[in-house]
């Protein structure tokens, strides 16, 4: 049969035959794809004309489309459903990318032409962005090395990304084995009917003889510990939480450590200080030491919230505070001071309701864009679900895909991926996708979600708009394709109209009676938007603070003990590991050891400036009207890296962003630092 990724699809938007594909034919395309790349930079570096933006740097751009779709659909394809298949695959298939990377960054002619290209100027607009930002890529990639540092870069660059695969398939291993198994329901007290069923078809699902199965999610806090009463079946689910990674056969902190000394030589012999300065580089962020210090100020008055939550907390469970009891007496403080139960309010978030009437609703009238579900397209897993997306006008916007149950093939957390890439030099659609890991429901009973998980629709879906509405030329520079530090920056500002209570009163209604939420509910749920905040705030600045203390290695420099230097870099920012744990430890950091945030993991807090303001402008603009909607859409949607995003971001909001409405937001406006 012939493969189908080595011509264009003939499905609608070129959507991939995923039902067709074989693990054998992604990695057989990426060969082919290579070598017609290879041809087509020969055909460029070989040429005796002189260099042009035309026949260099688009040409350059243009090249190796075979390569990008086969890419594209193996990257949705891996942390979706990695079977055991796909993920030997995978290891096949980043090690003959990180050597194509090496062989194109690395190639003198093709630099030496793009160079030409930049030093003859006269380029302006989405050209003149597309010659700097390929030319900064090379350069950042080794281009100006010589010939013996270029072979130890390949070796690096090699031996990190098998190290990345190994880490990212011992961490998904080690995941599903340890999952919590309980023999008796009555540990499980506190969680629904429905939960304990789901709990009772994962121990089958997983092998058990009976009893209850509770898998993880990939952050630190797992949803279950906020509702469990028994205090043991908490510690334990905590335990194998933090645990991840440490011991046994899935270790995975020495692969951590062995990345971060590999990537710290590299950055040394790039002519870089460390790793995060090779990262920051490209950031919009103006320095390493600007970031460190916006965090450093951040820290204390977070630390402290946390403290006084603490005190609360410690309070009403008449004792002093494990770390496994945080997220149950919190619980608590909830119901019992601000009268809101995030549990017993499940039943009023329906996957489906919230997703047609609240995600999609959202999107409808702010930008006029309409979805109709369907159901001719392949796709690679049975819970994989596909919309097509109308503009206001009626055109055909593109496609988008929602995969939201949790499965033991697909990686934790959740995150947006796309397929094609609205991009008029291929004159292609945009195809996009949403992963959650929302527990599976039992057979027949409807999927129910907590406040956080309904914050992480609308903020997937974020994302997913900003690659629906890309409208640039070159595909490096469309949709998503911008700085780290800015990429969450939408997705950030879709999270505000999760409480729009035009949407709510749609889309949080009872799954049985169809009734709206109590009254005064929404009411009560502000009131307690602060409660929480410092912890929240807490374990995610521990997490950035790890993720930088991992890539502000020295060449050369060695950590030692991967625990001991968590912990150090830990205590030495201000944070207290013992009381609080990162988000992410070290163990289970997939966003830095396999996931692409290395030295990136700041740009969640530093987007969250952008997004604070944003959300204050629409406050002072009438809110979500379709005119503040477009504005948003063509201003910073559409833009992607078409041009400086905080160029666009400027122009949209007519001034810099202020620090002031996330300090605001946070609850560390009035808190002693």
């Known amino acids: 049969m012939t493969n189908p990724l080595l011509t264009p699809s003939p499905l609608p938007f070129e959507m991939p035959a995923f039902d067709t594909l074989t693990a054998q034919d992604y990695v057989d395309a990426v060969r082919q794809g290579i070598a017609e790349q290879l041809a087509a930079i020969e055909a460029i570096t070989s040429s005796t004309e002189e260099p042009t933006f035309a026949n260099t740097t688009e040409a350059f751009e243009a090249s190796g489309e075979t390569l990008r779709r086969a890419i594209m659909a193996f990257s949705n394809v891996k942390p979706s459903h990695g079977t055991p298949d796909i993920l030997a695959a995978d290891g096949q298939i980043q090690a003959l990318m990180t050597e194509h990377a090496d062989t194109v960054h690395l190639d003198a002619g093709l630099n030496a032409r793009l160079e030409a290209v930049a ?18 890529a090379f350069r950042r990639a080794g281009a100006g090395l010589g010939t013996q540092d270029k072979a130890r870069l390949r070796e690096l660059n090699s031996e990190i990304s098998a190290l990345s695969t190994r880490y990212s398939t011992a961490l998904l291993a080690g995941m599903n084995d340890a999952a919590v198994h309980f023999v008796d329901a009555a540990d499980l007290a506190g969680l629904s009917e429905a939960e304990i069923a789901s709990a009772a078809r994962a121990a089958t699902q997983a092998g058990h003889d009976g009893g209850y199965l509770l898998t993880l999610v990939l952050p630190t806090h797992q949803p279950a510990l906020a509702r469990l009463e028994n205090a043991d079946s908490r510690r334990r689910l905590f335990e194998a939480s933090t645990g991840r990674g440490q011991d046994g056969p899935h270790r995975t902190l020495d692969l951590a450590a062995s990345m971060a000394r590999l990537r710290a030589e590299r950055a040394g012999l790039l002519g870089y200080p460390n790793h995060a300065a090779v990262v920051l580089e490209a950031q919009t962020a103006p320095s390493l030491h600007a970031v460190r210090e916006r965090l450093a100020a951040l820290v204390p008055p977070a630390v402290a919230n946390a403290a006084t939550e603490d005190a609360v907390m410690a309070e009403v469970a008449g004792q002093a505070i494990q770390p496994w009891d945080r997220a149950y007496f919190s619980a608590r403080v909830q119901r019992e001071r601000y009268a809101v139960d995030a549990a017993a309010l499940k039943p009023w978030f329906e996957l489906d309701r919230v997703i047609h009437e609240g995600v999609f609703a959202a999107a409808t009238r702010l930008y006029g864009i309409s979805f109709t579900e369907r159901h001719d397209l392949p796709l690679y897993h049975p819970d994989a679900r596909i919309w097509e997306v109308t503009d206001a006008d009626g055109s055909t916007r593109g496609l988008f895909l929602g995969d939201y149950f949790a499965r033991p093939t697909k990686a934790g957390g959740a995150w947006m991926n796309s397929i094609r890439v609205g991009a008029s030099l ?7 996708t949403n992963n959650l890991n929302i527990p599976a429901p039992a057979e027949g009973e409807p999927a129910l979600l907590t406040l956080d998980e309904v914050r992480t629709l609308f903020h997937e879906f974020g994302h997913a708009l900003h690659g629906l509405f890309a409208d640039g030329i070159y595909p490096s520079l469309s949709g998503t394709a911008v700085p780290r530090d800015f990429v969450e920056y939408p997705s950030q500002v879709n999270e505000m109209w999760q409480f729009d209570e035009e949407l709510v009163s749609s889309y949080a209604r009872h799954v049985e009676t169809g009734e709206a939420l109590p009254d005064g509910a929404l009411d009560r749920i502000h009131a307690a938007a602060l409660w929480g905040e410092g912890f929240g705030t807490t374990e995610y600045l521990a997490a950035a603070v790890l993720d930088l203390g991992w890539h502000s290695l020295a060449p050369g420099e060695d950590p030692g003990d991967p625990l001991a230097f968590e912990e150090r870099v830990l205590r030495e920012a201000g944070f207290n590991p013992d009381v609080i744990a990162p988000r992410y430890r070290s163990g289970y950091f997939k966003h830095i050891f396999d996931g692409g945030y290395s030295a990136g993991y700041y740009s969640y807090i530093w987007s969250e400036v952008l997004d604070a303001d944003t959300v204050e402008w629409f406050a002072e603009n ?6 503040n909607g477009n504005r948003f859409r063509a ?6 890296n078409t041009r400086d995003p905080l160029e666009s971001y400027e122009d949209f909001r007519g001034r810099p962003a202020r620090l002031e409405p996330l300090l605001v937001r946070r609850g560390l406006d009035g808190v002693s630092r």
């Open 119 to 136: 030093s003859a100027g006269g380029l302006d607009g989405e050209r003149a962005r597309l010659s700097e930002e390929t030319l900064k």
């Open 622 to 627: 009438g809110g979500g009207t379709r005119a």
């Open 426 to 432: 291929f004159g292609e659609l945009p195809v996009v």
């Open 635 to 640: 201003g910073l949607l559409a833009r992607g």
